[in-house]
Structures are given as C-alpha cells and as structure tokens.
C-alpha cells in the first residue's frame, strides 16, 4: 500500500519578483480552467499563466496548441495569442509557417515527448520521429523557426520531460538544453520542476522494478548576448 506523503517546499527569498509563488518547483496540483484533461499529455496552465505574468509579453506564440491551454489562459489574460498545430496542417519545424508572423514576446513550447505518446500517423509529427536523433534535430529547427520571430528581449519557454525506452532512459530536457546552447539560445532563469498530478501511469501497476519519474522541466531560453 503507498503511504500518502506531504512535501515541505523549502522557503524562497523575498524579492522585486511580480509573481513571489514562481519558485523552481511548480507544485500547483489543480489544472485551472485552460485546455482539456482529455487530451493526453497535455498539462495545466498555471505554469503558463506564471510564466507569463512574469515576462509580462504582449504577444505570446504557441507552435503545438494541442487543446488550447496557452490560447485559453491568453484569452483570460486578454493578450494576443497565435497557435499553430500539426493536426491543423502546421509544422512547427517548417519556416514556412512562421512567414507573416508578427515579432512575438514569449514562445510557450510543449512538445511530445518524442515517442512516449504517438499523436497520429503524421511523419513529420514529433512524436513519430524515427530516432532520438531525428527528434532532437526537429526540436532544433523549431527553436530556430520559433527565435526568427522572437523580440528583442523575448523568451523561449519549453516544457518537457524524460521517458525510458526498452530500460534506456531518455533524458529528453538535458538533451535539449545541450542544443539550445549549441544553437546560441541560453537560460534565461532556472530550470523549473513541475510536479506531474494525476499522471495516467500514476494510476497503473508495473511488475517490474523502476524509479518512478513525477515531474517534468520547464526550461526558459533567451538569445546570447
């Protein structure tokens, strides 16, 4: 039987912060009214809403909407969202659909976590990358096509989190952060843990033996120099 346990988050210093909650561990359990619960994968928008009143962006550009959670904490922000979508037609890795587009303030990026999810049978969705090479290269070319429209001062946010393949474990944000700086793309704060609440896997049984994983990472990126 699990034994429910209470986590003590450890005091954060006082600041100038506009949002004083937005620590390195977002432990927000509730999801908020933004996006579905339905569709899998997606998370709750409180991350957003925090991210967002911190940078304080006017423009906000989501290249994998899934079920709209930016767009509805946009909405209820009132500021300016633009979406794209692979299920829509829209390749965030294809810079043809970042033609047109006004500069944007933030980037908010929630990928697949490469194959961990299959979304559709789209090739050129990331989830049906055929290697972990393949993905992290699309990943690059989005981060590229997503900074061809970033401000001046804009920032880049993604969230992502690691799986295992056949025992390998698949460290999916490190190998992230590694291209975003080999790209020139640098951290703009600390690496955020968000807590995973009410995971599908939370809820199943394994008969083999493994650490569980109960987080992802949200990273933020800016340009160098």
Same mark, same amino acid.
């Given at each position: 039987?699990?034994?429910?346990?209470?986590?003590?988050?450890?005091?954060?210093?006082?600041?100038?912060?506009?949002?004083?909650?937005?620590?390195?561990?977002?432990?927000?359990?509730?999801?908020?009214?933004?996006?579905?619960?339905?569709?899998?994968?997606?998370?709750?928008?409180?991350? #957003?809403?925090? =991210? %967002?009143?911190?940078? +304080?962006?006017?423009?906000?550009?989501? *290249?994998?909407?899934?079920?709209?959670?930016?767009?509805?904490?946009?909405?209820?922000?009132?500021?300016?969202?633009?979406?794209?979508?692979?299920?829509?037609?829209?390749?965030?890795?294809?810079?043809?659909?970042?033609?047109?587009?006004?500069?944007?303030?933030?980037?908010?990026?929630?990928?697949?976590?490469?194959?961990?999810?299959?979304?559709?049978?789209?090739?050129?969705?990331?989830?049906?990358?055929?290697?972990?090479?393949?993905?992290?290269?699309?990943?690059?070319?989005?981060?590229?096509?997503?900074?061809?429209?970033?401000?001046?001062?804009?920032? #880049?946010?993604? =969230? %992502?989190?690691?799986? +295992?393949?056949?025992?390998?474990?698949? *460290?999916?944000?490190?190998?992230?952060?590694?291209?975003?700086?080999?790209?020139?793309?640098?951290?703009?704060?600390?690496?955020?843990?968000?807590?995973?609440?009410?995971?599908?896997?939370?809820?199943?049984?394994?008969?083999?033996?493994?650490?569980?994983?109960?987080?992802?990472?949200?990273?933020?990126?800016?340009?160098?120099?």
């Amino acid at each position: 039987m699990t034994t429910l346990q209470t986590v003590q988050l450890p005091a954060a210093p006082i600041n100038g912060s506009p949002v004083p909650h937005l620590t390195s561990i977002h432990a927000e359990a509730r999801r908020g009214p933004y996006g579905s619960s339905r569709y899998r994968g997606n998370c709750g928008g409180y991350l #957003i809403r925090d =991210l %967002i009143k911190y940078y +304080s962006p006017k423009h906000i550009l989501d *290249p994998m909407m899934g079920s709209g959670t930016c767009q509805d904490v946009c909405r209820e922000l009132r500021l300016k969202c633009t979406n794209m979508d692979i299920k829509l037609g829209q390749d965030a890795a294809d810079p043809a659909c970042y033609q047109g587009l006004e500069p944007v303030d933030f980037v908010w990026m929630h990928p697949p976590y490469w194959k961990m999810i299959r979304y559709n049978e789209d090739p050129n969705c990331l989830s049906n990358a055929e290697s972990l090479g393949a993905f992290l290269d699309r990943m690059v070319l989005v981060m590229n096509n997503c900074r061809s429209v970033l401000s001046q001062h804009g920032k #880049i946010a993604i =969230l %992502i989190g690691g799986f +295992s393949v056949r025992g390998r474990y698949q *460290p999916l944000s490190q190998l992230i952060m590694a291209k975003a700086i080999e790209i020139g793309l640098w951290p703009a704060t600390t690496e955020i843990i968000r807590f995973q609440h009410s995971n599908t896997s939370s809820r199943r049984t394994y008969q083999s033996s493994f650490i569980p994983g109960l987080h992802d990472t949200c990273m933020v990126f800016e340009e160098i120099g």
